[in-house]
């Protein structure tokens, strides 16, 4: 008689990524899988007990959730892993750190506090509160959307003048935004993907002619990158801060050293794996079954 395989929940939106699905396909070959869209979820609290529920079949006996949620998600994904962070179930992060991921200044404000180097950053609403920021940052700048993501949402402003013209805009839509020091890079970056205390890939990404932004999904291209002690360890110590057990880590290699532009959690692997040549989707799947224990 077979031995019954471990069962994971996969949740995602309706219109699930194409690194959703090749993390999914590599994971049926281990796992008893289900996928299920986040806003078909519902909650149910009665007596003490929490329900989470699917077409009205309440989701238990699970050994693994694995998220994958994006920022128009997030807060809808915040309720529904505080609801499965009550019932114990594994998963490579809790609630919160959704809320601090999926905002880059809460994000900056944690690594921060843990002594990782990011950038000079400010948030502001207000054109006479970004005049004031003027006034202390060095142009150019970078505006960057609080919950942006695959490099959209980021401008690259060359003066103050620039910075208010764009700050209008952002007023008349309600955004509040965040200014950020430039670091120049020669239009590199890294990206680091951690799983756990391990290192599961890593390339470095190079922007297109005229582009600042190194992000595959704005025209930038990827090359396989061998992080050194400083690059892991520093990747690792992100991932820690956040209190996520799997992230991926951007880095900037400035003249001053390694600086951290983000971190994310709901990271493509597309990109990487084809330019790392190697099999990222099973790595993560090595990663999950070493989280159940699984020999």
Same mark, same amino acid.
């Given at each position: 008689?077979?031995?019954?395989?471990?069962?994971?929940?996969?949740?995602?939106?309706?219109?699930?990524?194409?690194?959703?699905?090749?993390?999914?396909?590599?994971?049926?070959?281990?796992?008893?899988?289900?996928?299920?869209?986040?806003?078909?979820?519902?909650?149910?609290?009665?007596?003490?007990?929490?329900?989470?529920?699917?077409?009205?079949?309440?989701?238990?006996?699970?050994?693994?959730?694995?998220?994958?949620?994006?920022?128009?998600?997030?807060?809808?994904?915040?309720?529904?892993?505080?609801?499965?962070?009550?019932?114990?179930?594994?998963?490579?992060?809790?609630?919160?750190?959704?809320?601090?991921?999926?905002?880059?200044?809460?994000?900056?404000?944690?690594?921060?506090?843990?002594?990782?180097?990011?950038?000079?950053?400010?948030?502001?609403?207000?054109?006479?509160?970004?005049? #004031? /920021?003027?006034?202390?940052? $060095?142009? +150019?700048?970078?505006?960057?959307?609080?919950?942006?993501? %695959?490099?959209? &949402? =980021?401008?690259?402003?060359?003066?103050?003048?620039?910075?208010?013209?764009?700050?209008?805009?952002?007023?008349?839509?309600?955004?509040?935004?965040?200014?950020?020091?430039f670091v120049e890079s020669?239009?590199?970056?890294?990206?680091?993907?951690?799983?756990?205390?391990?290192?599961?890939?890593?390339?470095?990404?190079?922007?297109?002619?005229?582009?600042?932004?190194?992000?595959?999904?704005?025209?930038?291209?990827?090359?396989?990158?061998?992080?050194?002690?400083?690059?892991?360890?520093?990747?690792?110590?992100?991932?820690?801060?956040?209190?996520?057990?799997?992230?991926?880590? #951007? /880095?900037?290699?400035?003249? $001053?050293? +390694?600086?951290?532009?983000?971190?994310?959690?709901?990271? %493509?692997?597309? &990109? =990487?794996?084809k330019a790392t040549d190697?099999?990222?989707?099973?790595?993560?799947?090595?990663?999950?079954?070493?989280?159940?224990?699984?020999?």
């Amino acid at each position: 008689m077979s031995e019954k395989k471990p069962k994971v929940l996969f949740i995602a939106p309706a219109q699930s990524s194409k690194t959703t699905h090749m993390i999914l396909e590599e994971a049926k070959k281990e796992f008893d899988c289900s996928l299920v869209p986040i806003y078909e979820l519902t909650i149910g609290m009665n007596k003490g007990k929490i329900k989470i529920m699917h077409k009205g079949r309440e989701l238990k006996g699970y050994d693994y959730i694995f998220p994958r949620i994006d920022s128009k998600r997030a807060e809808y994904g915040f309720d529904i892993i505080s609801a499965f962070d009550y019932t114990g179930v594994k998963k490579p992060y809790h609630a919160k750190t959704i809320r601090i991921a999926h905002d880059k200044f809460l994000t900056g404000l944690v690594l921060s506090k843990e002594g990782i180097p990011v950038p000079k950053t400010y948030l502001a609403k207000t054109k006479e509160a970004l005049r #004031d /920021i003027s006034r202390q940052i $060095k142009f +150019p700048a970078m505006i960057k959307l609080l919950s942006g993501s %695959g490099g959209r &949402g =980021i401008i690259y402003v060359e003066d103050i003048n620039a910075l208010e013209s764009i700050m209008s805009s952002f007023e008349i839509l309600g955004q509040h935004i965040i200014v950020q020091e430039f670091v120049e890079s020669g239009g590199k970056d890294l990206r680091v993907l951690v799983a756990g205390d391990t290192i599961i890939g890593a390339m470095k990404r190079i922007a297109k002619n005229g582009e600042k932004r190194a992000n595959i999904c704005v025209g930038g291209t990827g090359e396989r990158y061998v992080p050194g002690d400083e690059i892991k360890e520093l990747s690792i110590k992100t991932a820690k801060a956040l209190d996520t057990r799997l992230c991926a880590v #951007d /880095i900037i290699e400035s003249s $001053k050293g +390694p600086v951290v532009l983000e971190a994310n959690i709901n990271f %493509g692997i597309q &990109g =990487i794996s084809k330019a790392t040549d190697a099999n990222i989707a099973k790595k993560i799947v090595e990663f999950i079954a070493d989280e159940l224990k699984i020999k």
